[in-house]
């Protein structure tokens, strides 16, 4: 059992001495001791009683076997021989007034807490049976001035008397409240509740509004009318003899817990309640016989057993006896009170017999742990820890840690899966030390049973050649994980400094242990997963998927808390280099990812594709061993890209999908399909792969292979270009026609190369009269002009020179291309006597027209441009026209229809002196009616636009004026000339603050 305490006698009566210690008390280095008859013995402590550092371990023992040995603990100061005339049956100190209490033959007394003379006999107390004193820090509720408060309550029969002193200062007034049945015990709860034990029951009595509330319990603790729940029905135990019922009724006992809890017993019923008074709901303490006192001594709650002479020490939460003391003869517990005097709260107590007094020394709370976690009781040393103050242990949380995670390895091997997993998850254990538990179809090279084989084999390996086996994957992969696994496993066995005990003892028998197998594996497995996904995703928080350190600011280093929470994600201590630290976390992430593989491989394979689209730190040989083995090639193909191993990805994609009839599993790696989307999917750093691996596709299915440069995302959009123009062209002609088209129409690139390459091929292909696609030649000729007219970006002078001159197929290319040149008058003899077409004539005109208008600035408000302002500018596009018509060059003749439709249509923008020189005289004026007649309606449009122009501005000067003879109207808007502006004496100037005076005035518009 734990050795919490050690029992060491510090005053022990002589032998002829007859009197009988009746009470204690023990404050700061001094020790008074109460004998029967009346006198007060007073010691002083040599060694502080809250002590504890020097008993524990062996030394411990020998002060407990041999105290003679050791130089005495107390020495006697005094002795009060008339301290009273009849025995001392209870002490208590008021250190704020400098009082000593004590109750002697039913009379409480104060004396001098110094020199212990009496000082005032408390004649309202007569017939007390016991009082209880406390004292706290209030604060004055009007000045918030805070005060030091002790009250003494006295048990008198049914009534319970109230003293209080204020900063030392003994309060006049009394208060009494007078409970149902006489009071046995007074205990308080607070500062301003009492707990009050009854003969029958317990009441909580509030001194401020006077209420008492009943305590309802099981058994004797007492309760409501009928209620029975006591585990002998309520028959104390103490109350029944070998003669039948009869016997002292049991004492109400009530000691005060930490965190606001107490705990009520009367025979061997017991009750938690909470400093209201109601219960806590918790179990009762399995005590077989009825205590004669109860205490608290931090963090353990004590039992004496007066019959059997024996102290007992249990843990308040689970209840568990962890101590059993041999105490003969001892009756009564002596543990400070913390609001008095905090240097013994949990250090240590006193023990008291009729002879004797013990002093029980603590010890270390460090090896109390050490004790219960060697003897296997680990939910025990996890609750004292929870109880325990952060400064009362060496490292508590890492010490806590550690235990839970013993705790999780037990339950592990007793095959509780889910509760061991779930602990392992709350502590966040090292993944490590998780994963090793498992078969090597789980753990790999780390697992313990993978270890144990290794062992056995290494000395055949010594003598085997140093030769491995060439092509194959799995064997690749063994010395990677035994990288990742060499380091956790060896300290495993070893054990470091950093370790507990228990921690210690505990990984050296991981050999030991039964590995899961079969349905256990399963249940293993599936509890497994959450933790390694957890595990994840706080290795997100340090690793980038590119291996490197991050933190919350996006540096690439740690801060020292970070630091310390990803060292909770290692076996063991990263060292103190940045490097190594990355190191270690890099080959954990290596560890769980690929853990967390195996495991779905081994229970679901169908969630490991998920993981692979994720970033992911997973061994790529045990990978590729574990899917080509269960042959699920798609998801090789998907931890191929998510690792960047686009080579391997591809190859297996042209293996696949070059065979005629591809396996079942392998289904949807037929065709070029799959390849297609992959190489959609890598980005423009990986374009040798691109066009290596997307020649085949195209040969197979043209028009899906140029999906991998036409598609509509950012991959290929942003592909160098040029590079796969080349490559394209020497595929053929047709692919790179496309490829132009898409990144000139749809992307608007306008790098002059590759306009120029189009209209190459375009040529070419007129010349050759091979045409791609499902087009024949009169379309290709279309595709062919429309670029010419669009494209601003090819060089024309280089395009003229590659268009034959007397073939019939590039006459109107040849058009377009001067008209790009500028040379309008070659283009329009083109279109005249080679084409003899006056309507692409016309509207080769009409265009010119339309972009020189466009070029040129707009006229002046107002202003509409005339034949008569056309006199004096060059001859339009038009005019040349017309003079082809009219004046042809040798050998063409004239075409009078089409002049005359040009005249009609256009003779209003031609210069009439220069248009007339052109009409031959034998031109009849009947012809030339519809020329006129343009020319007139011309000129009368000017002069109806310039009276409308005249009449508008006419009405906007009037509404002008209007509004500054007359205003506009509108409130605090224009008021015209009934504006009026007051100046006065202190009116000063807006911009230069001067007084205006007789100076002249300007008033603005605002």
């Known amino acids: 059992m734990l050795s919490a305490f050690t029992a060491r006698p510090i005053v022990e009566l002589k032998q002829r001495d007859k009197s009988k210690i009746e009470s204690i008390l023990a404050y700061g280095d001094r020790l008074l001791v109460g004998l029967s008859h009346g006198s007060l013995r007073v010691y002083r402590i040599n060694e502080p009683i809250d002590e504890a550092k020097a008993h524990d371990g062996p030394a411990a023992q020998d002060h407990t076997s041999s105290p003679s040995s050791k130089p005495p603990t107390v020495d006697l100061m005094r002795e009060e021989e008339k301290f009273s005339k009849y025995k001392i049956d209870q002490l208590a100190v008021i250190k704020e007034a400098n009082l000593l209490v004590s109750l002697s033959n039913g009379l409480v007394s104060t004396h001098d807490l110094q020199t212990y003379e009496l000082q005032e006999t408390l004649l309202k107390t007569k017939g007390a049976t016991a009082f209880a004193v406390t004292s706290n820090i209030v604060k004055d509720p009007s000045t918030d001035v805070p005060s030091i408060v002790s009250r003494l309550a006295v048990a008198v029969k049914r009534r319970v008397i109230l003293w209080s002193w ?32 009854l003969t029958s029951s317990y009441v909580l009595v509030d001194i401020e509004t006077s209420v008492v509330t009943d305590i309802v319990g099981p058994g004797s603790i007492g309760g409501a009318p009928g209620q029975d729940g006591g585990r002998f029905g309520g028959v104390g135990v103490s ?25 009520l017993a009367k025979d061997i019923n017991t009750l938690f309640i909470d400093i209201e008074g109601q219960s806590l709901g918790r179990r009762q303490i399995p005590w077989a016989v009825a205590p004669e006192a109860i205490g608290y001594s931090y963090p353990y709650l004590l039992a004496l057993q007066a019959t059997r002479g024996t102290l007992e020490v249990r843990n308040p939460e689970t209840l568990t006896l962890l101590q059993t003391i041999s105490l003969p003869n001892a009756s009564q517990l002596h543990i400070s009170q913390p609001n008095i005097s905090l240097a013994h709260a949990g250090k240590g107590f006193l023990v008291v017999s009729e002879r004797c007094v013990w002093r029980m020394g603590a010890l270390e709370y460090d090896s109390q742990i050490d004790a219960l976690v060697d003897r296997g009781r680990l939910d025990e040393a996890i609750s ?81 050649d140093d030769v491995t086996s060439e092509g194959g994957s799995h064997g690749d992969s063994a010395p990677k994980d035994a990288k990742l696994s060499h380091t956790s496993t060896d300290e495993s066995k070893t054990g470091t400094h950093d370790e507990t005990h228990g921690s210690g003892e505990q990984a050296g028998r991981v050999n030991d242990r039964a590995i899961p197998e079969g349905k256990d594996l399963k249940s293993a497995t599936a509890e497994l997963r959450p933790f390694l996904v957890q595990a994840r995703t706080r290795m997100q928080k340090y690793l980038n998927p590119d291996s490197t350190l991050k933190d919350a600011r996006g540096a690439q280093k740690l801060d020292v808390s970070n630091v310390q929470e990803a060292q909770e994600l290692l076996l063991a201590h990263a060292p103190g280099s940045e490097e190594e630290r990355r190191q270690q976390l890099v080959a954990t992430a290596i560890l769980v990812d690929t853990s967390l593989f195996r495991a779905y491989m081994f229970a679901s394979p169908s969630l490991a594709g998920p993981l692979f689209r994720l970033d992911n730190f997973c061994d790529p040989d045990v990978v590729k061993d574990k899917l080509i083995e269960t042959r699920r090639y798609n998801d090789l193909v998907d931890f191929y ?16 999908g070059k065979k005629a009839q591809a396996e079942q599993t392998a289904s949807q790696l037929a065709g070029p399909q799959r390849t297609v989307s992959y190489l959609q999917g890598l980005s423009a750093e990986n374009i040798d792969l691109i066009l290596r691996f997307a020649d085949w596709p195209l040969n197979v299915d043209p028009n899906l292979g140029m999906e991998v440069f036409l598609a509509d995302s950012e991959n290929a959009e942003t592909l ?8 394209l062209s020497s595929k053929d002609k047709a692919l790179a026609e496309k490829y132009l088209k898409h990144i000139i129409e749809e992307l608007n690139d306008t790098t002059p190369a590759f306009h120029q390459k189009l209209v ?14 499902e087009l024949n030649q009169e379309q290709w000729k279309e595709h062919t002009l429309s670029f010419l007219k669009s494209s601003h970006y090819y060089q024309p002078y280089k395009v003229l020179q590659k268009l034959p001159v ?16 500028g040379q309008h008058k070659q283009a329009l003899e083109i279109y005249v006597f080679k084409l003899q077409d006056s309507e692409k004539a016309e509207d080769y005109c009409n265009q010119v027209q339309l972009a020189q208008t466009s070029s040129t600035m707009a006229p002046k408000q107002g202003h509409r441009s005339t034949a008569t302002d056309l006199e004096g500018k060059s001859t339009s596009i038009y005019h040349n026209l017309l003079s082809l018509y009219l004046s042809p060059p040798p050998p063409h003749k004239p075409q009078w229809g089409p002049a005359l439709q040009i005249l009609a249509k256009h003779g209003a923008r031609m210069p009439a002196s220069s248009t007339l020189d052109l009409i031959p005289e034998i031109l009849p004026i009947k012809d030339l009616e519809s020329y006129f007649r343009g020319r007139i309606r011309s000129a009368n449009t000017t002069i109806n636009e310039s009276r409308v122009t005249s009449a508008l501005r006419s009405s906007l000067v009037f509404s002008e004026e209007a509004k500054l003879r007359l205003g506009d109207g509108v409130p605090g808007g224009n008021g015209g000339r009934n504006r009026h502006v007051l100046i006065s004496d202190n009116r000063v100037c807006g911009v230069c603050y001067k007084r205006f005076g007789g100076s002249a005035i300007k008033v603005l518009p605002k």
């Open 760 to 773: 190459d091929i375009y040529i070419q292909g007129l010349k050759e009269g091979t045409f791609t696609g």
């Open 641 to 656: 890209y998510g690792k960047k191993l686009h080579e391997q990805a591809l190859e297996l994609l042209q293996k696949f």
């Open 806 to 821: 007397d073939n019939p197929k590039f006459y109107e290319p040849r058009a377009v291309v001067l008209n790009k040149m």
């Open 720 to 727: 160098p270009r040029q590079r796969v123009l080349n490559f």
């Open 239 to 263: 109350t029944i003899n070998y003669m039948g019922l009869g016997g002292a009724a049991p004492k109400p006992l009530a000691t005060q817990l930490g965190q606001g809890q107490l705990l």
């Open 166 to 197: 204020h900063d030392s200062e003994l309060e006049p007034d009394t208060a009494e409240h007078t409970l149902v049945t006489g009071v046995k015990t007074l205990t308080w709860a607070s500062g301003t509740k009492l707990i009050a034990g």
């Open 384 to 464: 004292l820890l929870g109880l325990l103050e952060d400064a009362l242990l060496k490292d508590k949380e890492g010490r806590l840690r550690e235990i839970k995670m013993l705790k999780a390895q037990y339950l592990f091997d007793l095959r509780r899966y889910r509760e061991s997993l779930d602990l392992f998850t709350e502590v966040s254990a090292p993944p490590e030390r998780v994963i090793r538990l498992f078969p090597p179809i789980i753990a790999g090279d780390l697992s313990a049973q993978a270890a144990v084989m290794h062992d056995d084999k290494r000395e055949d390996e010594t003598q085997a």
